[in-house]
């Protein structure tokens, strides 16, 4: 099993360009969550989804933020405009029925200048 | 303030000490416990759930009061390899967890 996979591991970008991440969740898990970490406020919840629907998207900042999940194999978050406090470690993981052993990608740690 | 608080730490102990992490919640409806481990720069894994009846996995122990809404994990015999942040995770009525801010240990030779 490759875990869940995120891509890339770090990104640095200018203010204002687009920013896509991605994640591959663990094949046969129905439950796929976006987490952003900073030292400020630690590990927070942005959307989740759950067979592909997203179900719950009251983390996500603002409209600047968007994320989808077009088929089970694959997610992506999108941010566009970037701006410098969007700077955080994006995590990806994902479980089976929601409950045990959600698994975490490494993380796309990202950097707007 | 955070659904979920934990003292940042850091607890700097020596080899072989036993130490003590808390946290608190403040939904008296979540449902599910669990400490999870963060090394630096990586991703967070599950070290254990938390029962009510409280819980060992080797040297790792886990207590749950839910009157007090407070949850605890004491290491023993504390390793060098302990070192990292131990997160205190809740869930609710959803399947999403909600984080404290983990507590830093470094564990000393």
């Known amino acids: 099993d490759a875990g869940v996979i995120q891509s890339p591991r770090h990104e640095v970008t200018e203010m204002g360009q687009e920013v896509t991440l991605r994640c591959k969740p663990i094949s046969g898990h129905d439950y796929l969550f976006w987490y952003r970490q900073t030292m400020m406020r630690g590990l927070e919840l942005l959307i989740y989804?759950?067979?592909?629907?997203?179900?719950?998207d009251s983390g996500m900042p603002e409209d600047r933020f968007s994320a989808k999940m077009p088929n089970a194999s694959f997610s992506t978050l999108k941010i566009q405009p970037s701006e410098p406090r969007d700077s955080a470690v994006y995590f990806c993981?994902?479980?089976?029925?929601?409950?045990?052993?959600?698994?975490f990608g490494s993380g796309t740690r990202l950097t707007v200048v | 303030r955070k659904e979920v608080e934990q003292d940042p730490g850091p607890f700097n102990v020596p080899e072989g000490a036993t130490v003590a992490f808390n946290c608190t919640y403040s939904n008296s409806a979540s449902q599910s416990f669990f400490w999870y481990r963060q090394d630096c720069r990586k991703e967070p894994k599950l070290l254990m759930s938390?029962?009510?009846s409280g819980n060992e996995d080797g040297r790792f122990t886990a207590q749950l009061n839910r009157a007090s809404q407070y949850i605890s994990l004491l290491i023993r015999d504390s390793k060098l390899s302990d070192s990292a942040t131990y997160l205190c995770v809740v869930t609710n009525s959803g399947y999403a967890l909600n984080f404290g801010k983990g507590t830093s240990l470094l564990v000393t030779p």
């Open positions: 993981a994902s479980s089976l029925q929601g409950r045990y052993g959600y698994t």
């Open positions: 938390v029962y009510s």
């Open positions: 989804f759950n067979n592909n629907v997203p179900i719950d």
